[in-house]
């Protein structure tokens, strides 16, 4: 008989709970995990646990405040705003992944050329990048945003945009260092190519800091993205959204319904502080001085 694969379930849980063991920064990472599962999890689910459908007008009176029949009160419209926070975060969680992708495919490959290579190719790769950091984050997402219009694709690539620079000058700093290490000049002197020594040699051991600064793009985007929606260059008014939702509850906030811009407001900060925790979690676990200090 064949042996059972084995679970990847169990490994999972046995580092989850592995984590706390590596001190603070260790506990950040669990507690950020565990919240960004929750959520994830809640979205996920939201078909089957929405008590009402989170787009359905008049399930009750317009702008009613918390109760037992509607937890988080309803909205302007007489929908159900704990419906709409348990379905309101796939938008955001989407343009979030989708734009930490793009960066990735584009910021860490040109990083690892620009870090290799001679300043014929180096030099216009971090003047383009240099170019596009010194912009505001937010006014350089808006101008891609109105000119490309809504859609979560559309979202994901204004967002990305703005973040790839990131990416390009952490790895193209971590690039220049690594370069210069004895183990990669013992493979260059082997006659190891130019592709065996960047994507071989150099790229895994430049993962970690990839990984800090992916964890906390992620956090990045989703404030973004809920400020682009906000503003009204989000995906479309009819889905469910926590951005869009602060930006409908803050006309009804003027008129006392402070519950319709609390509680979006609130699974914004979650989700982004979620992954914020991750990422300086692992900033202190992967840091040898941060994480004995």
């Known amino acids: 008989m064949k042996p059972k694969p084995e679970s990847k379930v169990r490994p999972a849980i046995n580092f989850f709970f592995t984590l706390p063991r590596l001190g603070t920064g260790g506990k950040m ?3 950020g995990i565990g919240v960004v599962v929750f959520l994830v999890a809640m979205t996920v689910l939201a078909p089957f646990i929405a008590p009402h459908d989170p787009t359905q007008l008049s399930v009750g009176p317009p702008d009613a405040p918390p109760s037992l029949t509607f937890p988080m009160g309803t909205n302007r419209l ?37 870090g290799y290579s001679r300043r014929l190719v ?18 350089l997402a808006i101008a891609i945003a109105a000119v490309l219009g809504r859609g979560v694709v559309n979202l994901s690539i204004a967002i990305a945009v703005v973040y790839i620079p990131t990416y390009f000058r952490v790895v193209r700093s971590q690039v220049l ?45 989703v404030i973004t993205e809920a400020g682009l929606t906000y503003l009204g260059l989000g995906v479309n008014v009819a889905s469910p959204d926590w951005g869009f939702d602060i930006y409908y ?17 609130l699974m914004v900060v979650l989700l982004a502080g979620g992954f914020t925790f991750i990422g300086e979690g692992l900033s202190e ?7 004995n200090r």
Not at 100 to 109: H, K, Q, R, T
Not at 254 to 264: I, Q, Y
Request: proline share 6%; with cysteine.
């Open 78 to 114: 007489g929908q159900d705003i704990f419906s709409r926070m348990i379905a309101g975060g796939s938008t955001m969680m989407e343009v979030a992944a989708l734009s930490v992708v793009l960066c990735f495919c584009i910021g860490v490959p040109l990083g690892l050329i620009a």
């Open 249 to 265: 509850g803050y006309q009804s906030l003027l008129a006392g319904a402070w519950w319709t811009v609390l509680f979006p407001g």
């Open 177 to 221: 260092t690594t370069k210069e290490l004895p183990f990669v000049e013992a493979v260059k002197v082997e006659g190891g190519g130019t592709l065996n020594v960047l994507f071989r040699q150099i790229f895994p051991n430049i993962l970690p800091s990839i990984a800090v600064i992916a964890s906390i793009n992620v956090a990045d985007a």
């Open 29 to 31: 990472v669990a507690v």
């Open 122 to 139: 180096d030099s216009p790769l971090s003047l383009l990048m240099d170019s596009l950091y010194a912009f505001p984050g937010l006014v």
């Open 285 to 291: 676990v992967l840091s040898p001085k941060l994480r």
